[in-house]
């Protein structure tokens, strides 16, 4: 007979037999407890122990490198109000926590501090409270602090204050680094703006805390470096990262079955519901299932409703989507598709019309699917059909019809090419980890608020395009509006007045025209606009505000990276916040990374790491890094070691932990020893010669070797000017000498590819020529 049935027999209740099961966990808590912390101190701990194992699922990793005895100091970021109840119950030790003062003015507070034995903080008495941390350390107790000074208010680790570093010296100990992940969008933190009053979205929350190695306070320029790996590494280890990304999609089309969630603006206006989106692609899927034996499939198809389709049935096929960028010349094409291994072509007969005539001999192949004419000649019935199991059918049973596995983890999920800016394209494998991981940091990022009504025109194999404009939406409470092309001003224009666009993206090249086209009463409901994949010129970011009343935030992503990286928030005016602001960016730079990124400077040269004021080469470590680039290990041991991706770009991060980029590595020259970069180069040129904002690109600065220097500038320009005053003008506006050009010469455009970027590789064949 079993131990239930014994007890049972004996006369208790199941719920008694609970009740007993709990005051034993109890009791042993309380019994395990620190002496010197008393009798309140161990019931407040094993209570809190049991309401942690009720509400979350906590996983540590590291935890041994808290030391058995002796003082230490740890150092956590702080993402909620439930920090200091999980620290407290996964340490083996208990640990005094420097809480604000101004928590003791309400009675339960009080008194739960006081049993804590907590160390208030006070800005008044600052000394105090640091002399009474460097005392308990100095008995052997562990002290916490979280250096922030306050509750992340975005997701983002702020300005880390230096008194940690002082009570480290007085009491000499080590620092012990940590990071929890998974409570930040819980009712406890600040994601969406509120505190407390929002609906939970998960019981049992998984929550994962990482402590780091000790080391000593003298290396304070290491702090905010060694948080976000711990962060990153925490936010790595989230379970539902090991998804299937159809299972994400098909989850988002079902919540949203009767809800708008596409508005292609193609020719007409056409909306779509999540059912109906969900219904096109489920029948699209189940074709590619029996026509298509690869296990990739193109797709040459601009931003709408067919792209959509197309992407969603690849994946819902369990198929690999690759997205083709058109505008590359036929033989990059052709190198794509073939490392591709690609046999099949999704295209639409009127946009392969639109490709013929602007690109002759475009490579389609033999095998081309028309989407637009598979979906005209659907039957009514089965597409009416797949729409009722869409909004009657929970949807992990859709899933399971579609056959979508229920992991996708490392497994490859998409395939993109680089841009091929400096050279043949590069084909980027990105895992369904990798997409979840930043489709999961965007919103954490709460960038594209619930409920956003998010404009793009960005082409599908543009990584900003793919991610954000096309899985994003679909996953996530937001609506998209398509336009086929970002050069068609007139038309984001109109949807924007039309759809009350709350949220746009684009590159600066691509908006700038807005300023000759818009008003402001056409952007009155559009609350800002991020732009990335090139400098945001400060003229531009000046006159959108002053003119169409509209914020342009900066951010910062690369195909490698899924591609988000960094992005700049709106500030929060809050009388509580610092100078009565939460800072969310700053003019110039590209934003602080979002939650599960970490970064890191190393000098060009010699690999040293950096610390934070200091300009080098950036690297980046996160899920959302991709794994490898296609059939070619060796590029991929170029950039990759240990998880961390060299990003070939320049810049530098701030005490607050925001990043500015100063170039690309491949946009910098290097003259008579000295690193010369080309972007200041041109932002000099156009001031002399009085271009500043002009919407289309007129010049640009290349090199070519020079038997002296090493290298010697060259313009590349489309404009009617005498370069020997240049020269005079560049000098007199204080160019150092190396940074003046030797050579200027006109073309009749300047090299531009299709996502707006500028053709290196080209431009270097113009200097040469």
Known sequence: MGFFALTLNAGLSLMGIVLIALLVYVGSQILRRDRRMGLAYGVVRALSSVIVKIFYRVRTKGIENIPAEGGVLLLCNHVSYVDVVILGVVARRPIRFLSWEGFERHFLMRWVMRTMNTIPVAEEKAKEAIQKAAEALQSGEIVCIFPEGHVTRNGSIAALRRGYELIARRAGVPLVPLAIDGLWGSIFSFHGGKFFWKMPKHFRRPITVVVGQPYVATEHATTRYRLLELAAEAFAMRPSLQGHLAQDIVRGLSSKAGQVVLIDRTQQRRPFTGAVLWSLSYLLAQYLKKKVKSKRVAIVLPPGVGATVANTACLLADKIPVNINFTLGREQISSCLSRAEVDWVITASVFQEKINEKFPHFPW????IDVADFLLKLSRVK?????LGARLLPSWILAKLCGVPVEGGNREAALLFTSGSSGEPKGVVLSHRNLLANLRQIEDADILPSRAFLLTGLPIFHSFGFTVGLWYCLTRDATVVTIPS???TAAAVQAIRDEKITVHVGTPTFIRPYLRRAQAKDFAS?????????????????????????????????????????VNLPNHLDETAPQGVWKGNVPGSVGRPVMGVAVRFRQVDSGELLPPGEVGLLEVKGANVFSRYLNDPSRTDEVLEQGWYRTGDLGRMDEEGFLYLSGRLSRFSKIGGEMVPHGLVEQALLKVLGCEGQSDWVLAVTARTDAVKGEHLVVIHTLDIDSESVRVSLVTAGLPNLWIPKVFKKVPKIPILGTGKLDLNTLRQLAQG
């Not at 192949?365 to 081309?368: E, H, I, S, T, Y």
């Not at 597409?383 to 729409?387: D, E, F, G, N, T």
Request: aromatic share 10%; proline share 8%; hydrophobic share 45%.
């Open 526 to 566: 559009l609350e800002w606009v991020v732009v990335g994949a090139e400098k945001l010129p400060e003229d531009l970011a000046t006159a959108f505000l002053e003119q169409l009343e509209t914020p342009l935030l900066e951010g910062y992503g690369i195909t490698e990276t899924s591609p988000v990286l960094s």
């Open 486 to 488: 970002p050069l068609d």
């Open 383 to 387: 597409i009416i059909w797949w729409v």
């Open 365 to 368: 192949g033999n095998q081309v």
